[in-house]
C-alpha cells in the first residue's frame, strides 16, 4: 500500500516534469517507479521508452517497448513506439508492420494510420499510402495533413481532380497554410488557371518567404512572356532562401534568354559553387549556350 502511495507520487511528478520537458528529472523519477514496481508498471515503461527515444537512445528505448511487450502483447503504444524508431531509421518493412500490429489492437488509431500511410509513401507503395490516408480520412476527416499528403500522392499520379478535391478540404481545415496553398497553385498551373495560380503561390510566400519553390514556380508562369519579372521574382527568393542552388540556376537561365550571359554566368558559378553535381546539366542546357562560351565560364570549369 505504502509503495503504491509513492508510485503514484513519482507518476504525478514524473509527468509534470514530462509536459515541461524536463526530460532527465522525470527520467530520473520513471525510473524510481519502475524500481518501485520492481519493473511491472508498464506505464513507466512505455514513458522510459520514449523519453530515451526523444533523448536519440534508440537502442535503449527499442529494449524498454521490447519490455513492456513482454508484460503485455496487446500494449498497442509499446508496436506504435517501436514502428516509429524504425520508421526514423528507414526500416521501413519492420515499421509497417508494426504500425499494422498497434492499428489490428486499435482500430481507431490515427496516428499509427498517418505514420503507416507516410511508410508505404516512402517506400514506393503509392496505392496502399492512399488506402490508408483514405481510411484515415473515414475516421477523421479533419485531418489537415491526411488531406494534404494525400493529395500530393494523387497529383505525382495525375490524379489531378482528386489532388484538387484535397488540397482544397486541407485549405478549408487550415487557410493560411503555405504549403496547402502552393499545392493548390501547382494543381491550378496543371489545369491552365494560370491568374490562379499565380494568387496562390504569392499567398504562399506571403505565409512563408522562406520556402524556395514557391519563388521557382511561380517564376516559371512568367519566364516567356515577362522574363525580367520572372528574374525579379527569383531574385526574391535567393535574398529570403540562403544557398538555394537551383534557384540560382534557374536565375541564370532567365539572364541567358534576355541576353545579359555575364550575369547568367555569375549564377551558374554560384549553383556550381553550391552544387557541383550541376555542371552535367549546365555543359547540356541549350539556353547556356552563350554563357558556356564566355572566358570566365571555361576559366571556372577548368579548375
Excluded at 537502442?59 to 503504444?77: S, V
Excluded at 528574374?231 to 539572364?255: D, Q
Excluded at 552544387?275 to 552535367?280: G, I, M, N, Q, V
Aim: glycine content about 4%; some cysteine.
Amino acid at each position: 500500500m505504502k509503495d503504491n502511495i509513492q508510485i503514484n507520487k513519482y507518476l504525478e511528478k514524473a509527468e509534470e516534469a514530462f509536459e515541461e520537458n524536463k526530460l532527465i528529472k522525470a527520467l530520473n523519477l520513471y525510473n524510481k517507479v519502475y524500481e518501485l514496481s520492481n519493473g511491472e508498471d508498464i506505464d513507466s515503461i512505455i514513458n522510459l521508452a520514449l523519453i530515451y527515444d526523444t533523448l536519440g537512445k534508440s537502442e535503449k528505448a527499442k529494449a524498454y517497448y521490447k519490455e513492456a511487450l513482454d508484460i503485455d502483447n496487446c500494449e498497442e503504444r509499446a508496436y506504435y513506439g517501436l514502428a516509429a524508431i524504425y520508421d526514423d531509421e528507414g526500416n521501413y518493412e519492420q515499421a509497417i508492420k508494426l504500425y499494422n500490429k498497434a492499428i489490428y489492437i486499435n482500430p481507431n488509431y490515427h496516428k499509427a494510420y498517418f505514420f503507416l500511410a507516410n511508410a508505404y509513401d516512402l517506400s514506393g507503395e503509392k496505392d496502399l499510402s492512399i488506402e490508408t490516408y483514405e481510411k484515415l480520412l473515414s475516421l477523421n476527416p479533419t485531418d489537415f495533413w491526411a488531406n494534404l499528403n494525400l493529395g500530393s500522392i494523387y497529383e505525382e499520379q495525375n490524379q489531378n481532380d482528386l489532388a484538387y478535391k484535397k488540397f482544397s478540404k486541407a485549405l478549408k481545415i487550415d487557410p493560411n497554410n503555405y504549403l496547402a496553398l502552393f499545392n493548390m497553385g501547382v494543381i491550378c498551373y496543371k489545369f491552365n488557371m494560370i491568374k490562379k495560380a499565380i494568387g496562390f503561390y504569392e499567398r504562399s510566400i506571403n505565409k512563408n518567404k522562406h520556402y524556395e519553390y514557391s519563388y521557382l514556380n511561380l517564376a516559371v508562369i512568367y519566364k516567356y512572356k515577362a522574363t525580367k519579372k520572372g528574374i525579379e521574382i527569383l531574385s526574391n527568393g535567393i535574398n529570403n532562401c540562403s544557398k538555394v542552388h537551383f534557384l540560382y540556376y534557374n536565375r541564370s537561365c532567365f539572364y541567358a534568354l534576355i541576353n545579359e550571359e555575364n550575369k547568367a554566368c555569375e549564377d551558374i558559378i554560384t549553383a556550381l559553387k553550391l552544387y557541383p553535381k550541376f555542371l552535367k546539366y549546365v555543359l547540356e542546357d541549350e539556353e547556356l549556350e552563350k554563357v558556356r562560351k564566355l572566358s570566365s565560364f571555361k576559366e571556372f570549369a577548368s579548375k
